[in-house]
């Protein structure tokens, strides 16, 4: 594979990557998270 | 991506093992086991509601969890450096799933105890570090396994951040008993993935010594006290923050919405730091880097204490502390490696193990009760302190070198 073709496609997953974590990151702002806050001291 | 190591070679002679693969399945097995895992707290209201427990009940078989998992841990160790680590994956993979299905349909406390604490936290020994890590550091280089175990360790990091609002989700939209049955389903995703995971041990390094006899070596090194005690520390320090912080924020007048962005920061940056000790590991001195990472815990936590309390030091902290949380996993399991070889390695990682759940147990439980006895954390924090100071001290003598033992006599002299 071209070298330019290697460097997008990692480019890509890396930016997909980070959408992926920043969506999970989001997620902890649910309200049934939040709610449910008391039940996260028994996640350890 | 990783090369076959030179001083083994594979039970099977399938070409498609490769480390890079054992590295892949590593990773998921250990998101799926250390992810789903992490939503146990999750069940605590729904299921205190439905059948009309205390919270108690429930906290108690996770107590009894954790310390089934670290007990277990040397015992899947050993199992898996005698056995073969595919079959202990497989029949702990078994044992997590049905412990939550059981989990499901408990109806007393001693059911939860033998389901969510017992089976669950003997099929955590086997398809957690220990195991996984062994398997992956018998499949790759010395230069290249600290990478490959901070990768695996990143692995574990990202199922504890992913799998807990999916699990939340779970919940919301099918009710608690669905979604455990869902998570067992997860669970068994683990056994095809173990098949990738059956590996040569008895062709690793150190193949003419027995377990007795490795245990014994181990045991008679400092190194490997200081290596359980440091990890001690660990868990005590995580397992206090991660339980206590949410509240922690709470009691000092934040919202929750503050203390559960702390948890998610402390997820997010712990993939990094997992990944980047583990990098550095292969870098330069494993000893010397758990040195900084305890040194730094005590930096940090010091001046989360002195700073004016706010929003943004909450965020600040968790996200340092993040940085700091799994990255000794793959110092730890790298040193034992290093030092002691990798035949048992699994068997020794679960020893030291055990101590980072002790550590786990006494911080939950300690913080709590420093809270209820003084009225503030205060106290817990200043131990968690010193006892980062501690394992600074006790990694600063650690001997990285390998074990010299005597050559075996060939046959008939």
């Known amino acids: ?44 | 991506m990783l090369q076959r190591t030179n001083n083994m070679s594979p039970s099977s002679p399938s070409a498609w093992r490769t480390p890079t693969l054992i590295l892949v399945c590593g990773c998921i097995i250990l998101t799926l086991s250390m992810g789903i895992r992490h939503t146990g707290g999750l069940f605590l209201q729904p299921m205190t509601g439905a059948l009309g427990w205390n919270r108690e009940v429930f906290s108690f078989a996770f107590a009894i969890q954790n310390l089934v998992w670290g007990l277990g841990s040397p015992f899947a160790g050993a199992f898996a450096d005698r056995y073969g680590a595919g079959r202990v994956i497989v029949a702990s993979a078994l044992l997590y799933a049905v412990g939550l299905a059981l989990m499901a349909v408990s109806s007393t406390g001693l059911a939860l105890d033998l389901s969510a604490g017992v089976l669950v936290g003997l099929g955590l020994s086997g398809t957690t570090f220990a195991v996984i890590m062994g398997v992956i550091g018998r499949h790759t280089t010395p230069e290249k396994r600290s990478l490959a175990l901070g990768i695996a360790s990143a692995g574990g990091s990202f199922g504890q951040f992913a799998v807990l609002p999916i699990g939340q989700a779970l919940i919301s939209s099918f009710g608690w008993q669905a979604a455990l049955f869902l998570l067992a389903c997860g669970v068994g995703l683990i056994a095809p993935l173990a098949y990738a995971m059956a590996d040569g041990h008895k062709h690793a390094s150190g193949a003419g010594q027995s377990a007795g006899a490795a245990l014994v070596e181990a045991g008679g090194q400092r190194s490997f006290h200081y290596l359980f005690w440091s990890y001690f520390v660990c868990g005590f320090q995580t397992a206090f923050i991660m339980l206590h912080l949410p509240s922690f924020a709470v009691d000092s007048g934040f919202s929750a919405n503050v203390g559960m962005t702390g948890i998610a920061l402390i997820g997010l940056f712990n993939i990094f730091g997992s990944f980047l000790f583990g990098w550095a590991g292969g870098k330069g001195s494993k000893k010397n880097l758990l040195m900084l990472i305890y040194g730094a815990r005590v930096v940090v936590i010091g001046a989360f204490m002195l700073a004016p309390l706010s929003v943004a030091s909450i965020w600040i902290f968790s996200a340092c502390m993040g940085l700091l949380w799994l990255a000794t996993v793959p110092l730890t399991n790298g040193l034992i490696a290093q030092v002691f070889g990798l035949r048992f390695m699994s068997m020794l990682a679960g020893i030291v193990f055990l101590g980072h759940q002790l550590g786990s147990f006494l911080g939950a439980w300690l913080g709590g009760m420093i809270f209820d006895k003084t009225g503030s954390y205060d106290l817990a924090w200043l131990l968690s302190i010193g006892l980062s100071v501690i394992a600074a001290i006790l990694c600063w003598p650690i001997d990285e070198r390998p074990v010299q033992r005597a050559e075996p006599k060939p046959a008939g002299a």
């Open chain 1, 1 to 44: 594979m071209a070298r330019h073709w290697r460097w997008f496609f990692w480019g890509v997953g890396a930016a997909l990557a980070a959408a992926l974590l920043v969506l999970i990151f989001l997620g902890y702002q649910a309200p049934e998270l939040l709610l449910d806050l008391a039940n996260l001291r028994y996640c350890g």
